[in-house]
């Protein structure tokens, strides 16, 4: 995609979209330059994440601006590619998942508090990669959606989810507080916590970090 108006705090600057035809499932991944090596991590991230997910790649499209370090990856995994005519994009059917993704993420950015920091836009890539893909379908299995076809079944129950960059007031343990302290500190809701039961991400203010919490307070 074309570079993003706000760099993030970690220093990203561009998505990398992927498509993969089979599954149907639309991959993001933030980049913090176009350079041979920066696309070729993200290639290859996304190379690994469909193969572990079954869907083992033999072929690979591109459009015309494709590096020698890509090639050589290529070569390495046995993965056939063929690059798009140049100025063409209808020969490349990532462009049209580039557009589906670029609305999908504007459509959340856009109804989320104005006062949101949207140098951590990065950080909340994760759970419009998951929402997007819970709603298409898998080529592979109908009944599937493109997100369980590769990553498998999602349970809403053991990891919730909310509308996008939520303020909140999160609860914070006894360990992690002083004596006096409040209970509760203020923060943006992030995404989901995919590896703890019913857990959020969220990003404290006070401290600017990232934190994992389980109990929290909305403030739409």
């Given at each position: 995609t074309g570079r993003l108006p706000i760099p993030s705090s970690e220093g990203n600057n561009y998505l990398l979209i992927g498509y993969d035809y089979d599954s149907n499932d639309i991959?993001?991944?933030?980049?913090?330059n176009r350079t041979a090596a920066s696309l070729t991590?993200?290639?290859?991230?996304i190379h690994n994440t469909l193969t572990h997910g079954g869907c083992q790649l033999k072929f690979h499209r591109m459009d015309n601006k494709c590096p020698q370090l890509v090639k050589d990856f290529f070569k390495?995994?046995?993965?056939?590619?063929?690059?798009?005519p140049p100025g063409d994009h209808r020969t490349n059917?990532?462009?049209r998942a580039i557009?589906?993704?670029?609305n999908h993420l504007k459509a959340g950015w856009w109804s989320m508090d104005k006062a949101f920091p949207m140098h951590l836009w990065d950080k909340t890539i994760p759970q419009a990669e998951l929402t997007l893909n819970l709603l298409r379908g898998s080529r592979i299995n109908p009944k599937l959606s493109a997100w369980e076809q590769i990553h498998g079944r999602f349970d809403f129950n053991a990891t919730p989810i909310a509308?996008?960059?939520?303020?909140?007031?999160?609860?914070?343990?006894?360990?992690?507080?002083?004596?006096?302290a409040t209970h509760a500190f203020d923060a943006w809701y992030i995404g989901p916590a995919?590896?703890?039961?019913?857990?959020?991400?969220?990003?404290a203010t006070k401290t600017r970090e990232t934190r994992i919490v389980n109990q929290i307070m909305w403030f739409p």
């Amino acid at each position: 995609t074309g570079r993003l108006p706000i760099p993030s705090s970690e220093g990203n600057n561009y998505l990398l979209i992927g498509y993969d035809y089979d599954s149907n499932d639309i991959l993001f991944r933030a980049i913090k330059n176009r350079t041979a090596a920066s696309l070729t991590a993200a290639i290859k991230d996304i190379h690994n994440t469909l193969t572990h997910g079954g869907c083992q790649l033999k072929f690979h499209r591109m459009d015309n601006k494709c590096p020698q370090l890509v090639k050589d990856f290529f070569k390495e995994r046995e993965v056939q590619y063929q690059l798009a005519p140049p100025g063409d994009h209808r020969t490349n059917t990532t462009e049209r998942a580039i557009r589906t993704a670029k609305n999908h993420l504007k459509a959340g950015w856009w109804s989320m508090d104005k006062a949101f920091p949207m140098h951590l836009w990065d950080k909340t890539i994760p759970q419009a990669e998951l929402t997007l893909n819970l709603l298409r379908g898998s080529r592979i299995n109908p009944k599937l959606s493109a997100w369980e076809q590769i990553h498998g079944r999602f349970d809403f129950n053991a990891t919730p989810i909310a509308p996008p960059r939520v303020k909140v007031l999160a609860h914070a343990r006894a360990s992690q507080r002083g004596t006096w302290a409040t209970h509760a500190f203020d923060a943006w809701y992030i995404g989901p916590a995919m590896d703890h039961y019913r857990c959020f991400t969220v990003w404290a203010t006070k401290t600017r970090e990232t934190r994992i919490v389980n109990q929290i307070m909305w403030f739409p």
